[in-house]
């Protein structure tokens, strides 16, 4: 994805056309090795790392991005473990911060942050990412693309012999975010099982991450994905125009990162300093101006905020709540027992 100032265009309804920086890479030099383990693009959130950079001149920053369930597997087995963990599995995040693995802090920043998107001021949700449709553009010549939880289901059965081997998703057993999503959407779907059915009618491709979905669509493997990273395929569309972006008309989870600081952190004051930037004013200005991230501080102004994506999607906007309410979607009988029924709906016997 190339840096530099253009414009990225998603739908919510109509067309809209966003301003999107990608700053260059700083260069400071310091002495202090905090490890952040993020499940974040390197890509997406480099203006905000270089801001840090910049204003923390000090402290040598080795940012590490892999997968969800990577991350969560390194808070536990990492030896020494991360000074910073991030990751957009909030269930994951919730039961680690619940196992007592992360420092609970204590400044203006943290105290100040909105209760809605912290948790015993020890995990912090600082971004607001809408989860998005995703298609060709030319499948619109062949077919009216889906606005809609409906539109997609309804595309689904009657496109079935089209879109063979054409639709891809996150796969629920090898994401935690993945997982995480068709959890929610079992929430809000009525017809919920009946879109699994339809993906595996299709024989929808499984993916891991938002990053192999969009290299499908681009080389024209897929037509169309469900369950994106906004964020992601924000980013992506600015340098693939033949990848329009789709925010569900119906309904748009929203997603935070969560960040916290590792009880065990080898370096916990360099730790403290890089959370208390992500909630800064400095910090989520970067993410409103310079990222599609979608900053949460109501006092932020900029073209990726969550008071703008809420004025644009309004009441059918459903954030995943930042509660104790995550802890029963890892709890392992619940999801297994999901699991299971969603490998029936998805591969049912013929």
């Given at each position: 994805?190339?840096a530099?100032?253009?414009?990225?265009?998603w739908?919510?309804g109509?067309l809209l056309?966003?301003?999107?920086?990608?700053?260059g890479?700083?260069?400071?030099?310091?002495a202090?090795p905090?490890v952040?383990?993020?499940a974040?693009?390197?890509?997406?959130?480099?203006?905000l790392?270089?801001?840090?950079?910049?204003?923390h001149?000090?402290?040598?920053?080795?940012?590490?991005?892999r997968?969800?369930l990577?991350v969560?597997?390194l808070v536990?087995s990492?030896d020494?473990p991360p000074?910073?963990?991030?990751?957009?599995?909030?269930?994951?995040q919730?039961?680690?911060?619940?196992?007592?693995?992360?420092r609970?802090?204590d400044?203006?920043?943290?105290?100040d942050?909105?209760?809605w998107a912290?948790?015993?001021n020890?995990v912090?949700?600082f971004?607001f990412e809408p989860?998005?449709m995703?298609y060709?553009?030319?499948?619109?010549?062949?077919?009216?693309p889906?606005?809609t939880?409906?539109?997609?289901?309804?595309l689904?059965t009657t496109e079935?012999e089209?879109?063979?081997?054409?639709?891809t998703?996150?796969?629920p057993?090898?994401s935690?975010v993945?997982?995480?999503?068709f959890q929610q959407?079992?929430?809000?779907?009525p017809?919920?099982?009946?879109?699994v059915?339809?993906?595996g009618?299709?024989?929808a491709q499984?993916?891991n991450?938002?990053?192999?979905?969009?290299?499908g669509l681009?080389?024209?493997r897929y037509?169309?994905?469900?369950?994106l990273?906004g964020?992601?395929?924000?980013v992506?569309?600015q340098?693939?125009?033949?990848?329009?972006?789709?925010?569900?008309?119906?309904?748009?989870l929203?997603?935070?990162r969560?960040?916290?600081?590792?009880?065990?952190a080898?370096h916990?004051a360099?730790?403290?300093?890089f959370?208390?930037?992500?909630?800064s004013?400095?910090?989520?200005?970067?993410?409103?101006?310079e990222?599609?991230?979608f900053?949460?501080?109501?006092d932020?102004?900029g073209p990726?905020?969550?008071?703008?994506?809420r004025?644009?999607v309004g009441?059918?906007?459903?954030p995943?709540?930042?509660?104790?309410?995550?802890?029963?979607?890892?709890?392992?009988?619940?999801?297994?027992?999901?699991?299971?029924?969603?490998r029936?709906?998805?591969t049912p016997?013929?």
């Amino acid at each position: 994805m190339r840096a530099g100032r253009c414009a990225v265009k998603w739908f919510v309804g109509g067309l809209l056309a966003l301003s999107l920086g990608l700053g260059g890479v700083a260069s400071a030099q310091t002495a202090t090795p905090l490890v952040v383990e993020a499940a974040l693009d390197r890509e997406v959130v480099t203006p905000l790392l270089d801001a840090f950079r910049d204003a923390h001149p000090e402290i040598a920053l080795d940012f590490r991005d892999r997968s969800t369930l990577e991350v969560d597997d390194l808070v536990a087995s990492a030896d020494p473990p991360p000074d910073v963990v991030i990751s957009s599995a909030m269930p994951w995040q919730m039961a680690r911060v619940n196992e007592g693995r992360a420092r609970r802090l204590d400044s203006a920043e943290v105290r100040d942050w909105p209760a809605w998107a912290k948790w015993r001021n020890e995990v912090f949700g600082f971004t607001f990412e809408p989860i998005v449709m995703a298609y060709r553009l030319d499948l619109s010549r062949r077919m009216l693309p889906p606005t809609t939880h409906a539109d997609l289901h309804t595309l689904l059965t009657t496109e079935r012999e089209a879109l063979s081997g054409r639709v891809t998703s996150y796969s629920p057993l090898g994401s935690g975010v993945g997982y995480t999503l068709f959890q929610q959407d079992a929430r809000y779907t009525p017809r919920f099982w009946d879109l699994v059915a339809g993906m595996g009618g299709v024989e929808a491709q499984l993916e891991n991450s938002t990053r192999a979905m969009l290299e499908g669509l681009s080389d024209g493997r897929y037509w169309l994905g469900y369950n994106l990273l906004g964020s992601y395929a924000m980013v992506w569309a600015q340098d693939h125009p033949e990848v329009i972006v789709q925010v569900p008309q119906d309904y748009a989870l929203v997603l935070m990162r969560m960040a916290f600081v590792h009880r065990d952190a080898p370096h916990p004051a360099a730790a403290e300093t890089f959370v208390d930037f992500l909630l800064s004013h400095a910090g989520q200005r970067v993410l409103a101006g310079e990222t599609p991230l979608f900053s949460v501080r109501p006092d932020v102004i900029g073209p990726y905020t969550a008071q703008r994506l809420r004025d644009q999607v309004g009441e059918r906007l459903y954030p995943i709540p930042l509660n104790a309410s995550l802890l029963a979607f890892v709890d392992p009988q619940r999801r297994d027992a999901f699991l299971a029924r969603w490998r029936r709906e998805f591969t049912p016997d013929d």
